[in-house]
């Protein structure tokens, strides 16, 4: 297993729409075994394959208590109806150090492939059908970021360019 290098934004790899995944193998795999590492060392509840640099449409999510590890690993997944809505502070791997309040649905149905391509629904709901769609929109070349008001927008892209600054100074 390897940890992988997290891209961050404004990396044009974030904003491209993933391709489909159509071959189930060793390869994918190994993607989604490394891809859960990255995530648990980051740490992190959610990782799309994006942000590790490979525009495939994989993610990784684990949402369960901490000492006990529930990871799901989703290939080609999608949303297939949602209800209600929440209002969550959400952060992202990608976007280190900057946190924001997100509309998203508060329940949604899940359908996806597993590592052996076989199909499988999901609901869910609370923190993971926030994570869900937070990483599905990953793969849609959508950061959480893209949902802030216009105003928000803007006080964002000021403190996130002195965020990096400091990253940077950290090296």
């Known amino acids: 297993m390897a940890l992988l290098k997290i891209h961050r934004h404004p990396d044009p790899v974030l904003k491209q729409v993933a391709e489909p995944v159509t071959e189930f193998d060793a390869g994918l795999k190994q993607l989604a075994e490394d891809m859960l590492e990255t995530m648990y060392a980051a740490p992190g509840v959610g990782l799309a394959a994006?942000?590790?640099?490979?525009?495939?449409?994989?993610?990784v999510l684990d949402c369960g208590p901490k000492e006990e590890r529930q990871p799901i690993v989703a290939v080609n997944p999608e949303i297939l109806s949602g209800e209600g809505s929440c209002c969550e502070e959400e952060g992202c791997l990608s976007v280190p150090g900057y946190y924001a309040r997100v509309e998203r649905q508060a329940r949604v149905r899940v359908r996806f492939q597993d590592l052996d391509g076989k199909s499988r629904e999901m609901d869910a709901d609370g923190l993971l059908a926030i994570c869900f769609q937070h990483e599905i929109d990953?793969?849609?070349?959508?950061?959480?970021?893209?949902?802030?008001?216009?105003?928000?927008?803007?006080?964002?892209?000021?403190?996130?360019?002195?965020?990096?600054?400091?990253?940077?100074?950290?090296?």
Request: hydrophobic fraction near 40%; charge should be positive.
């Open 138 to 171: 990953h793969l849609d070349g959508i950061l959480f970021v893209d949902h802030l008001s216009p105003l928000k927008k803007s006080l964002f892209r000021k403190k996130y360019q002195k965020i990096l600054e400091q990253l940077e100074e950290q090296l």
């Open 50 to 59: 994006p942000q590790v640099g490979v525009s495939r449409r994989l993610i």
